[in-house]
């Protein structure tokens, strides 16, 4: 019953290859999120979608492109990946907000991106 | 802008030691304050919140308390146990601007036996 999973868990490739990662949810929320951390642990949020509706378009790449085919689903595709891209990514999502749960994320066990 | 700002780490104490992992914040409106907690090869974990100044947000024993007036959410326990080596970050979320969570760098916690 895991609430917020993503595949791979790890996925090394090389330079200018185009790679996949898929998030899924079955918590029934409508907002998801994609976020990378980097080696020094920074978090830093890339997108989020609202009902398979783009929200929060952050300063990435334009090789980076995610989809969301349902409210439930949230992938990121990564086009000629680079060695920068090195990191974890991590999905996330979150339920209609309430006084006793405003933006409460709930967070995957993340995909570690590795570029050779 | 929004921003959190918290101590670097690592942090490394003794088991039962007390624990204080200082976050202080800046926000244009009255934003919501959230410890998460990564414990290794996981992902985030909400810890605690607080919504308005002077909640006291607590679990498994971490406390911290919203201060509006120092704008920080230091987070706090009594005894900590090796089990609590994690990396923490603190974050906050404002409904009066555009709704993401900003979070803290990390701070890593090695407890010792």
């Known amino acids: 019953d895991t609430a917020v999973s993503q595949t791979p868990k790890y996925l090394v490739t090389q330079m200018g290859n185009d790679k996949s990662i898929k998030c899924e949810q079955n918590?029934?929320?409508?907002?998801m999120y994609w976020y990378k951390q980097d080696s020094k642990k920074f978090l830093k949020i890339m997108f989020s979608?609202?009902?398979?509706?783009?929200?929060i378009n952050e300063t990435v790449p334009n090789r980076f492109s995610p989809k969301s085919p349902d409210k439930a689903h949230l992938n990121l595709h990564i086009n000629s990946l680079e060695l920068g891209d090195s990191a974890v990514y991590f999905c996330?999502?979150?339920?209609?907000?309430?006084?006793?749960?405003?933006?409460?994320?709930?967070f995957g066990p993340g995909t570690r991106l590795t570029v050779l | 802008g929004n921003s959190v700002t918290q101590m670097e780490g690592p942090v490394t104490l003794s088991e039962e030691a007390f624990l204080t992992i200082n976050c202080t914040y800046t926000?244009?409106?009255?934003?919501?304050l959230f410890w998460y907690v990564q414990y290794p090869g996981e992902g985030l974990q909400l810890l605690l919140k607080?919504?308005?100044?002077?909640d006291k947000g607590s679990n498994k024993g971490f406390e911290a308390t919203y201060r509006k007036e120092t704008t920080s959410f230091h987070l706090e326990k009594g005894s900590v146990q090796v089990s609590d080596s994690a990396v923490y970050f603190c974050?906050?979320?404002?409904?009066?601007?555009?709704?993401?969570?900003?979070f803290g760098k990390g701070t890593r916690l090695h407890i010792l036996p």
């Open positions: 996330a999502s979150s339920g209609t907000s309430t006084a006793e749960t405003y933006n409460e994320q709930f």
């Open positions: 918590l029934g929320h409508d907002t």
């Open positions: 979608y609202n009902n398979k509706e783009l929200i």
């Open positions: 926000a244009t409106g009255y934003p919501s």
């Open positions: 607080a919504t308005k100044a002077d």
């Open positions: 974050a906050l979320s404002d409904q009066g601007t555009d709704d993401k969570i900003i």
